[in-house]
């Protein structure tokens, strides 16, 4: 025979071992949010405004960008943090709309492989980017070999 | 609530963009004639116009999303919602409407 304990009356709750993951997915919406402003509203500024907009980007214009560390990592940052950032906002669609568990199971199955796959191809493309691929190419890292 | 309704909009439909914009910066990868063949349909009139509203979008939930930080984060949050929201609204204008102009300008420019 075993008893099972029980605390005496007025025993603070105590959570115990639990997850704070929505908590932190909470606080991570609003940190990336934050920091995708600038972030965005920048790449559209300097890709959308500056120069003659749109019509500049070609293959020259992006690897003009991604000679420079600072647009590797703001490009980097940008890509994961939206990533995760509309990844977390569907999840959290799908919880509210999908009533059916297996509904729901399939849905974020199928949100978190895209996820996946857009992130680390977006990552390799950042890493592995050779702008001097273009024969044309009038960068020096391409000039010199 | 309204806010909340166009929040989740705008959102679900940048999320969506992104994995096209992702897909399609990957032709970089691949060379630069398919890099600029996919970047040749953002310059089309009819895509430029859709990129008119992707930038609303992006206007929108940025602002109205700093709008919900301060809700959550600023004592007096709460209580200034409905200005900040006219803020929102403000701020999106300033932005967008110079942006439309500028945008077209080049779209139709060419």
Redesign the interface.
């Known amino acids: 025979m075993s008893l099972t304990s029980i605390p005496k009356p007025r025993t603070p709750y105590k959570a115990g071992k639990s997850n704070n993951f929505e908590m932190n997915a909470w606080l991570f919406m ?1 940190g990336s ?2 920091l ?2 600038v972030l ?2 920048g790449h ?1 500024f300097v890709n ?2 500056q120069g ?4 500049q ?4 214009f ?2 003009g960008k991604w000679a420079s560390p600072f647009w590797q990592v703001w490009d980097l940052a940008m ?1 994961w943090l ?2 995760l950032h ?2 977390n ?2 999840r959290t ?1 799908i919880s509210d709309y999908a009533t059916k568990g297996t509904t729901k199971f399939a849905l974020k199955t199928v949100l978190y492989f ?1 996820t996946f796959v ?1 992130v680390v ?2 990552t ?2 950042i890493f ?2 050779d702008p001097c ?2 024969p ?1 190419s009038t960068l020096e890292v391409c000039t010199n070999k | 609530m309204w806010s909340w309704v166009a929040h ?1 909009i705008t ?2 439909t ?2 969506f963009f ?2 096209a914009h ?2 399609d ?2 032709m ?2 691949v ?2 004639e398919a ?2 063949i996919a ?1 040749e349909t ?2 089309n009139p009819v895509v ?1 116009l859709m ?1 008119v509203g992707l ?1 609303a979008a ?2 929108f939930h ?1 602002f109205n ?2 709008r ?2 301060l809700v ?2 600023w004592w007096q949050g709460a209580r200034y919602q409905r200005q900040m929201m006219y803020g929102v609204v403000g701020l999106f204008l300033v932005l967008f409407l110079p ?1 439309v102009w ?2 077209l300008t ?2 139709f420019g ?1």
């Open positions: 609003r949010g934050l995708l402003v965005v509203i559209l959308l405004w003659e907009g749109i019509q980007i070609d293959f020259a992006v690897a890509l939206a990533m509309g990844a906002g569907l669609i895209a857009t191809l977006g390799l493309v592995t980017f691929i273009d044309a | 989740r959102g679900v940048l999320f992104l994995f992702v897909v910066t990957a970089v990868r060379s630069p890099y600029n970047v953002y310059k430029g990129e930038v992006v206007l940025a999303g700093i919900i930080v959550d984060f942006f500028r945008h080049n779209v060419h």
